[in-house]
């Protein structure tokens, strides 16, 4: 099946003048949309694991059909991320190893948000208070925000806390903010 999928968008793509890879990623973007309707319609209101769990499936299955396994890279940098918060806690220490590790991964940003969450409230600025996470997340709720559908290809660019209050709390106007990357409306 990957072969004759492969070769519809390999036909698609030289007819339109683009590259496989470049077709695959607008293609993958755009899905978060109806992936973003699919949600609402069956899972909105569901027990939020089950939520965390269709986003982790569906952003892996479309980051595997762009990357293939490659996508080992990704799930060993959420685990690395994961065992680091649980290990070194909401510490300096962590946000320094993440960043060693993860240079250039957009997970820092959770680690940062995590050591913030264990910092006194008068020393954070008014954004850090905002997104700053005082219960280190679960691995479901690390996996899904990384493999969110709507962002994963291009990262995660959105704070943990915002995707920790997504499946609970759904505003009309979230799913847009989330794939144009706007701004944060908390």
Not at 69 to 82: E, K, L
Not at 92 to 119: E, K, M, N, R
Request: glycine share 6%.
């Amino acid at each position: 099946m990957s072969e004759e999928t492969g070769g519809i968008i390999t036909k698609f793509s030289e007819s339109i003048g683009v590259t496989e890879p470049a077709l695959k990623l607008i293609l993958t973007v755009f899905a978060g949309y109806p992936l973003a309707l699919v949600h609402r319609k069956y899972l909105y209101g569901k027990e939020v694991s089950l939520q965390h769990l269709f986003f982790i499936l569906t952003g892996f299955s479309l980051g595997y059909w762009n990357y293939g396994s490659n996508m080992y890279h990704c799930v060993f940098t959420i685990f690395f991320t994961y065992c680091t918060l649980l290990l070194l806690k909401g510490t300096a220490i962590s946000v320094a190893v993440t960043f060693v590790f993860s240079f250039l991964y957009l997970l820092i940003g959770v680690a940062y948000d995590y050591y913030d969450g264990h910092q006194p409230l008068d020393t954070l600025s008014a954004d850090s208070k905002k997104v700053a996470l005082q219960k280190r997340p679960s691995l479901l709720e690390l996996f899904g925000h990384s493999f969110f559908p709507a962002a994963f290809i291009v990262g995660p660019q959105f704070p943990m806390k915002r995707y920790l209050e997504f499946p609970v709390k759904y505003d009309d106007n979230f799913v847009f903010h989330f794939q144009l990357n706007f701004e944060y409306n908390f």
